[in-house]
């Protein structure tokens, strides 16, 4: 049944994992997009912004542990997922910026939050820079953007002329995307996986004309200047992250005032999707401890 119709068993998986994280999909319409997105959970709102390559599911099993506290939506970007990707759209972290402004916009969304993993904590950032009226808090998880960290092994081999390898242009190639952005790598059903490297190679032309919008885009060492960003901020990093290097952890904490930084042994570019409890735990509890003592952010 798994290999003659595995479009509907990777559907039923996820569909298993959203409900355990109390999660439902819905979708809406922003100017020049249409919206896919996950809802769960009661409280303040938490807005999950992926990486690139990446979609909304990334979250799905840390959801499990933040739905008790949170309101959790986890959106697909433009160009991403469910979402509509229009080849002739720009993609920078500016345009994506206001993508999110809108959609937040769209949902009435108040005392927001915003977590970001890879682009989507370089998005999460800039939103913040940009609209500081609006943010709460910060949660960066291995956030791209940061410019003057020593060269990562994914930046090392992009200058030897090798391909982006967190991107599969082959199905058979997503088994080695899985490799470099994880140190122990998650279960996924055989069915799924199947599914999930048909999508990325699918994609694979687009995620490269995003990427090198990404690339070109400012870096947050600049649009985070001058501490502009004073809200609390947790700076989640794997310590053997490929694709970005940690050093940028301690770069990224000298532009916010108010942040705080995990460095994860034994996990690669995605810490919520390797160790999903971990992870959401420490947010939970770095959270609450700014209810107790709003100065606990800065130690």
């Known amino acids: 049944f798994c290999y003659l119709f595995p479009e509907k068993v990777a559907h039923m998986g996820l569909d298993t994992e959203r409900a355990r994280s109390h999660l439902s999909l819905h979708e809406t319409d922003i100017p020049n997009f249409h919206i896919a997105y996950l809802d769960g959970g009661a409280g303040e709102p938490l807005l999950l912004i992926h990486g690139i390559g990446a979609d909304k599911d ?8 933040l739905t008790p506290h949170y309101r959790v939506i986890a959106l697909d970007l433009p160009g991403f997922g469910e979402s509509s990707k229009p080849a002739t759209a720009h993609y920078s972290i500016g345009d994506q910026v206001e993508n999110v402004h809108a959609f937040v916009q769209k949902l009435g969304l108040h005392d927001l939050s915003l977590g970001g993993n890879s682009m989507g904590g370089d998005i999460a950032a800039s939103y913040a820079a940009r609209y500081p009226g609006e943010v709460k808090t910060l949660w960066l998880l291995d956030p791209a953007g940061v410019s003057t960290a020593p060269p990562s092994e994914m930046a090392l081999r992009l200058q030897k002329g090798e391909h982006v390898p967190i991107f599969a242009s082959t199905p058979e190639e997503f088994d080695q995307v899985l490799d470099f952005v994880f140190v122990q790598k998650p279960f996924i059903p055989g069915a799924v996986k199947d599914v999930m490297a048909r999508r990325a190679a699918a994609n694979y032309a687009l995620n490269m004309q995003i990427f090198k919008e990404i ?13 502009v960003v004073k809200i609390p901020a947790r700076i989640v990093w794997g310590e053997q992250d ?15 005032p108010n942040s705080s ?39």
């Open 58 to 65: 990334n979250w799905t099993r840390a959801a499990r542990f």
């Open 215 to 227: 690339v070109a885009s400012p870096p947050l060492e600049q649009v985070l200047a001058n501490g």
């Open 242 to 256: 490929r694709a970005l290097n940690p050093a940028a952890a301690k770069i990224l904490a000298g532009l916010l």
């Open 261 to 299: 930084v995990n460095m994860v042994p034994g996990v690669g570019h995605l810490p919520m999707a390797e160790q999903p409890k971990e992870t959401a735990l420490d947010y939970v509890n770095w959270r609450e401890s700014l209810g107790a003592s709003p100065a606990a952010a800065t130690h």
